[in-house]
T-cell receptor
């Protein structure tokens, strides 16, 4: 069974559109994250939620809005997509928010291409 | 902004050779992790080191955390094609809940 799953795996869309990426974890973890990995493979945290509460919000344009309907889900909605949003987006979860030293389990990623 | 610089950025060696990947920063970290990422997948945790000077071994992989907790190294003995992947170090700070990832090392082991 997949521990952290994301949909869709690939997303190709036009500039200006609005899109969502969904993430679910079946590990019973309290904390979930969104990361962005650019074309140079640099991985940077965007958001983290602990028990549905926003904990970390890095300097991310407010076109990006995470939503956590429950502990097992963290979705990412992106408005007015721009070319620079093209990247691979990873969802991750960890048992608890513990200085980041806890093991983070990553999903398979969603490759977003904005044309 | 804390930066974790990895070197080399790319490494391609023959099967059976040894190699070392470095992860350096000017900042002190409370813990440091190493991940491996394969194409089309998310990173997978290999190890966490938390004590300055700590050495951990995982089969042919040896991880070391620097005494000053500013750097780490990953040494692979007798590399195999299955070791091919993107290796990422990631650090956390006291009182800071987020992981800061390194710049990555793309390792290719040639059979």
């Amino acid at each position: 069974d997949t521990a952290v799953s994301q949909t869709p795996k690939y997303l190709v869309t036009q500039m200006g559109n609005d899109k969502s990426i969904k993430c679910e974890q079946n590990l019973g973890h309290d904390t979930m994250y969104w990361y962005k990995q650019d074309s140079k493979k640099f991985l940077k945290i965007m958001f983290s939620y602990n028990n549905k509460e926003l904990i970390i919000n890095e300097t991310v344009p407010n076109r990006f809005s995470p939503k956590s309907p429950d502990k097992a889900h963290l979705n990412l909605h992106i408005n007015s997509l721009e070319l620079g949003d093209s990247a691979v987006y990873f969802c991750a979860s960890s048992r608890r928010l513990a200085g980041g030293a806890d093991t983070q389990y990553f999903g398979p990623g969603t490759r977003l291409t904005v044309l | 902004t804390q930066l974790l610089e990895q070197s080399p950025q790319f490494l391609s060696i023959q099967e059976g050779e040894n190699l070392t990947v470095y992860c350096n920063s000017s900042s002190v970290f409370s813990s440091l992790q190493w991940y491996r990422q394969e194409p089309g997948e998310g990173p997978v945790l290999l190890v966490t080191v938390v004590t300055g000077g700590e050495v951990k071994k995982l089969k042919r992989l040896t991880f070391q955390f620097g005494d000053a907790r500013k750097d780490s190294s990953l040494h692979i003995t007798a590399a195999q094609p299955g070791d091919t992947g993107l290796y990422l170090c990631a650090g956390t700070n006291f009182g800071n809940e987020k992981l800061t990832f390194g710049t990555g090392t793309r390792l290719t082991i040639i059979p």
